[in-house]
């Protein structure tokens, strides 16, 4: 690997478009596409640039998502009439006697209930989510590790290397082949 790329200008040659096509970047990164990177450079590039992985956000917190729930307008709405009719019901003696506050209470009640409700749906929506995308990206992806073709884990630290040369496999959904090595 050319001692001189360093994270930051492997950042620009791809932001750039520095490399137009595989055997470019493969060469400015110190590899080639036939030979791919013996396992010193493994390790050296992992030193270097840190694994290549892309961060996941963490995940919302529940209370943020049922808070999440009262930008609901509807909602709103019904929390304002709840005070009102709390207010009114408190206020007004004729209504106070006849327990006029406690269709205000009920509304706030059914509010809570529902927003708890669409809360925990939407936890539970995103941790399938996390868990659906975390079997999506667990697969092997062939690359070229000393000249020999190998497979590896896409997943945790294992991640391909800058400069590594990845085959790709025949795009079944569009029929595109890999480029020449």
């Keep these: 690997m050319n001692s001189q790329t360093n994270g930051k200008e492997l950042s620009q040659i791809v ?13 400015k990164l110190g590899s080639t596409t036939a030979n791919g990177l013996g396992q010193k450079q493994v390790e050296e590039n992992r030193q270097k640039f840190g694994i290549n992985k892309i961060p996941q956000r963490p995940p919302e917190p529940f209370w943020k998502i049922y808070l999440g729930t009262f930008k609901d307008p509807t909602l709103i709405i019904l929390l304002v009439s709840a005070c009102v009719s709390i207010i009114i019901g408190s206020a007004v003696k004729k209504e106070r006697d006849e327990g006029g506050y406690i269709d205000g209470i009920a509304i706030i009640v059914a509010v809570i209930v529902v927003s708890m409700v669409g809360a925990t749906n939407d936890y539970q929506k995103e941790k399938q989510f996390r868990k659906l995308n975390a079997v999506k990206e667990a697969r092997d992806v062939q690359v070229v590790r000393g000249g020999q ?17 990845m085959r790709r496999e025949i795009n079944r959904s569009t029929g595109s082949s890999p480029p020449p090595s």
């Excluded at 073709?149 to 040369?165: C, D, V, Y």
Aim: hydrophobic letters at 25%; proline letters at 10%.
């Design 149 to 165: 073709q190998t497979s590896i884990p896409s997943t945790a630290g294992r991640r391909r290397r800058p400069g590594a040369s």
């Design 15 to 27: 932001k750039d478009r520095q490399a137009t096509d595989p055997h470019e970047l493969a060469v």
